[in-house]
């Protein structure tokens, strides 16, 4: 038997590096100067060093115009990056925020050159993609938000120090509660505080949906009443009491900031009811004002009707994205931005590794958090979870289900069209027509007829 061939693929010869940006100019940002680099055809000294002071960035950029450069690259380091790249684009200049990991897998750089130099020189060449950045409207509700999560981050280790307080002095009360942050928790708390210390008297603060009786809190509420945890209990009240107040104040300001913000698509005049919540089931992290409405008048479709997207995660999810789909050719580049998308380790035609690969993104992390929200949901991304956790995992189930959620969300940014969620039920219908269709195909292959059987 004669051994087939492999096809060879057509060769094509390699073109020769062009200049692509022949008025590039390249920077090297530090916490306390800049070097920058211009075309050596620009000006005799095509190095220069500047501090980060905004005048001396106000002098970078007028040396920059002065040299007649029309676009820059600049290393994303730390925070520093982040007001020498709004004065030159406020300048006029095309800046590209460059991954420094970008930069250190390109060889053939030499010691003797300088960061900025070389940065010059593969932007020059076409070597270098901007990463990617919202309008500035969004990047300014990033901003609030990203600060809003840092509040939230900060409070929630004083309620883990009340939890201590009171099991120090052996008030069992996270046993009889679920969550003492609740309605009963606190005023049992601040009663507390407040000096009572009446275990009969406290137990009166049990509202009536509380699932534990007062005989049960007046068990949990007995025990020994030290001065030095009290104390703790006291102040990690207060604690907690300032952050909620400095939440307050960013959810008002986050509110002036979208009703500022222009709509981004003619959207419906009324906004699409969703079916009823459970009760209880609000988030005491979720947003005061209305984001639902105004992410809504923004984009001109209803993320929160997809299964698992709350409002929070939402604006999370916008304000990171934007709403230009655009920017993403396609939905695969833009779920393989946000990290949802396997990486595959190929060599002489064979896949070594695939996995998904680490990242930090937050509108990655959104998505799992949504796909997290629906694992025993009645739709369909709870059926296509409930199918990848037997083949794969609860891990890998859990990221692909992020990735259908991404790519429903690129596709309603996108086409502007209303979701729709056909259910768990017609999910698996489809799903079992398709395994039919194969299981024919491959009967008909190997000569056989599939027919039904009747139980």
Request: hydrophobic share 40%.
């Amino acid at each position: 038997m004669s051994r087939q061939r492999r096809s060879v693929p057509k060769i094509k010869p390699i073109e020769d590096l062009k200049i692509m940006h022949p008025h590039a100019a390249g920077l090297d940002i530090g916490a306390r100067e800049i070097w920058a680099c211009v075309p050596s055809a620009s000006t005799a000294e095509n190095v220069r060093a500047f501090g980060t002071f905004t005048i001396d960035l106000q002098a970078l950029a007028d040396w920059l115009v002065a040299c007649g450069v029309d676009t820059v690259a600049l290393e994303s380091t730390g925070v520093y990056w982040i007001p020498v790249f709004d004065l030159l684009e406020a300048r006029g200049l095309k800046v590209y925020l460059v991954n420094s990991w970008h930069l250190k897998h390109v060889p053939g750089r030499k010691s003797d050159v300088l960061d900025c130099q070389w940065i010059q020189q593969l932007h020059s060449l076409g070597l270098l993609r901007a990463s990617f950045r919202p309008d500035a409207e969004m990047i300014t509700l990033r901003s609030y938000l990203r600060h809003r999560a840092t509040l939230i981050e900060h409070r929630a280790p004083h309620i883990l120090h009340m939890q201590k307080a009171l099991q120090q002095m052996n008030l069992q009360l996270p046993l009889v509660l679920s969550d003492i942050m609740g309605e009963t928790g606190q005023k049992i708390i601040r009663a507390i505080v407040a000096g009572e210390r009446d275990p009969l008297k406290l137990a009166q603060f049990r509202s009536p949906n509380c699932k534990s009786s007062k005989d049960e809190i007046v068990k949990a509420l007995t025990g020994t009443w030290l001065p030095e945890h009290l104390f703790a209990l006291k102040q990690s009240l207060e604690l907690v009491d300032f952050y909620t107040r400095q939440l307050a104040e960013c959810d008002a300001e986050l509110d002036r900031q979208f009703a500022a913000v222009k709509p981004r698509w003619e959207s419906p005049a009324e906004l699409p009811a969703l079916p009823k919540a459970k009760a209880g089931s609000r988030s005491k992290n979720g947003p005061t004002y209305n984001a639902r409405s105004e992410l809504f008048r923004i984009t001109g479709v209803d993320l929160v009707a997809i299964k698992g997207i709350s409002a929070s995660l939402a604006q999370t999810i916008i304000t990171e994205v934007g709403t230009d789909m655009s920017r993403f050719p396609t939905e695969k580049h833009f779920c393989s931005w946000r990290g949802l998308s396997p990486h595959h380790e190929i060599s002489g035609g064979k896949i070594l590794r695939n996995r998904t690969l680490p990242t930090d993104n937050r509108a990655g992390q959104a998505f799992r958090q949504a796909a997290a929200c629906v694992m025993r949901s009645d739709s369909v991304f709870g059926a296509f979870y409930r199918r990848k956790k037997t083949q794969l995992g609860p891990m890998q189930a859990l990221v692909a289900t992020a990735h259908k959620i991404a790519r429903a969300v690129y596709h309603l940014l996108k086409y502007k069209t209303p979701y729709q969620d056909s259910g768990a039920e017609a999910y698996e219908q489809k799903y079992q027509e398709r395994e039919l269709a194969h299981l024919r195909k491959k009967a008909a292959k190997l000569g056989y007829t599939l027919a039904a059987t009747e139980v």
